[in-house]
């Protein structure tokens, strides 16, 4: 087959056509077949012809009909120029195609960082969709896995608000969508008809016909994210196999991002609800006896830490409540999950919880047999009501600061408890001691978080013992929640700002003043 004659206008000195070759004749069109050439290639002859043209700076190129060319002169006998133009109409388009795919890519790009930096599904998927109908269709339709028999679905249509409902569908409705939600390669857009799409997939206020569906999958981690449905009415062209190519990879982008916010969002939910059982519980009255606690984790960004404490009323008034208070060796999320054990063996020893030193030893095998190397110093004491509206008390420490009881005169008595640290030697010895509470009496415990708070006017001094006793004979018949409240600010006061810190736990056992009648609601979150 022989090669297509290129076209060759011939220009006179004046720069009008004073000729044609047949091929380009048949290039022109009736409206321009005069003796005047295109703009461009008229001012490049008028270059040529005064010396002007250089062409080192390339050739001059321009439309001719409806195609592209480059033109090169050739001078002829007579003082006219040959024109012989190169068809680079395929060279332009393809120039074109890279231009644009290279801006989709730019801006799919700037829209993946944004994608990437959201972390709630539901945002992420509004993001993608609405993205997918700026660059790729007039409407686009993302769908997210099924939780049981229902699925998210995103509506997202050009220039609208993109909607978001939660519905029950049948996959197998619309042609690929199936296979695209269990990760498989997606059908050619070719190969569906737009005529079998159900209505729910039609975005509201989407001007058809229905000229071209593309469904292509999300990938995801290791499982599919989902999948994501292209809508092209009949007023636009068919997807191309370049679109086709485009929108997988704009759909690999999103399908990465959403399966990031799924995993972040499960992670979160797990990490709430770990984070529930490991938090210390609100207190509050219980069988006619104040409780109250404060706590402050070393890290201010972390929620749970090495310091706990729990209140486990007794079945009723003439029970004991069983109140723990420690500090777990260590900070951050590896002392919480010891604290987390040491809270569920003693909830589990709550039986033998009459029993101090009992319940110490068994907590310390328990400690001694498992895999952690750490150990921890507790402070127990049960609590009960008396008739006359006096409260009992008995303390037990193991390793652990001495309680401090403040009478309602303001004076501070330290209570004479001692005994070894739990999970570190192989048998644990104790000291328990008993108090009464008159009314208006309270009974502080408290964490070593407190005490060795470092601050003070040069920066590297303890709090100290005798310096929160000091502080505590002013707070004579204060209440417990604003005694503690008012040690956690003195601590925290004393603190350099900015300076490294260990965790910080106060519980305050209180006898009102009064003679108040017994009972009120159990703390939330103890265990009875």
């Known amino acids: ?72 002169p050739s001078p002829t006998r007579d003082g006219r120029v040959a024109w012989w133009l190169f ?64 699925y998210a679905v995103t509506h997202a249509l050009r220039g609208r608000r993109v909607v978001q409902e939660t519905r029950q569908i049948d996959p197998l409705t619309v042609p690929g969508l199936d296979e695209a939600l269990r990760g498989f390669p997606p059908v050619p857009a070719r190969w569906i008809n737009p005529d079998a799409i ?35 009415s009949d007023a636009e062209k068919g997807f191309s196999p370049e679109e086709e190519v485009f929108a997988r990879l704009f759909a690999s982008r ?55 404490y729990d209140v486990h009323p007794g079945p009723d008034e003439s029970a004991e409540t069983f109140v723990a208070l420690g500090d777990v060796a260590g900070k951050g999320l590896d002392a919480a999950v010891l604290t987390g054990k040491i809270r569920n063996t003693l909830h589990a020893l709550l039986p033998l919880a009459s029993d101090h030193l009992r319940v110490l030893r068994m907590l310390n095998d328990a400690l001694l047999t498992s895999h952690h190397a750490r150990f921890a110093t507790l402070v127990l004491a049960s609590v009960k009501r008396q008739d006359d509206g006096t409260v009992g008390l008995r303390l037990t420490s193991a390793g652990h600061l001495p309680p401090l009881v403040v009478r309602a005169d303001g004076r501070v008595e330290e209570m004479p408890t001692q005994g070894t640290l739990v999970g570190a030697l192989p048998l644990v010895t104790a000291r328990t001691v008993e108090t009464v509470l008159a009314p208006g009496d309270t009974c502080l415990l408290y964490t070593d978080g407190i005490t060795e708070a470092r601050g003070g006017p040069l920066g590297d001094e303890l709090f100290g013992e005798d310096r929160l006793r000091a502080a505590l004979e002013g707070c004579g018949g204060m209440p417990g929640e604003a005694m503690v409240e008012h040690v956690q600010m003195l601590a925290a006061q004393w603190l350099e700002p900015g300076s490294r810190h260990d965790d910080m736990a106060v519980v305050a056992v209180g006898a009102p003043r009064g003679g108040s009648t017994a009972g009120g609601r159990a703390p939330a979150g103890a265990g009875g």
């Open 87 to 150: 068809d680079r109409t395929g060279l332009v388009e393809a120039h074109e195609t890279a231009r644009e795919t290279r801006e989709r890519a730019d801006a799919i790009s700037g829209v993946f960082s944004t994608l990437l930096s959201s972390l709630n599904v539901p945002r992420c998927a509004e993001v993608a969709a609405r993205t997918a109908t700026d660059h790729l269709a007039e409407a686009a339709v993302l769908i997210t896995p099924p939780t049981g028999h229902r």
């Open 198 to 232: 159900p209505d729910w997939v039609m975005p509201e206020g989407f001007s058809g016909p229905l000229g071209s569906v593309l469904v292509t999958p999300l990938p995801g981690h290791g499982v599919p994210a989902g999948a994501l449905i292209l809508l092209r």
């Open 254 to 308: 999103a399908g990465t991002a959403l399966s990031a916010a799924r995993l972040y969002s499960e992670q979160t939910a797990v990490t709430g609800t770990l984070m529930r059982e490991l938090l210390p519980p609100s207190l509050s009255r219980v069988h006619g006896v104040d409780y109250a606690g404060r706590y402050r984790t070393a890290m201010d960004h972390e929620r749970v830490g090495g310091d706990f």
């Open 1 to 72: 087959m022989g090669r297509r004659p290129m076209p060759c206008p011939v220009l006179d000195p004046h720069g009008r056509i004073a000729g044609r070759n047949r091929a380009a004749r048949r290039l022109t069109t009736s409206s321009s077949a005069s003796d005047v050439p295109p703009s461009w290639l008229g001012e490049a002859h008028l270059r040529h012809v005064a010396g002007t043209l250089d062409p080192t700076a390339g050739m001059p190129a321009g439309t001719f009909g409806s195609r592209s060319y480059e033109a090169r």
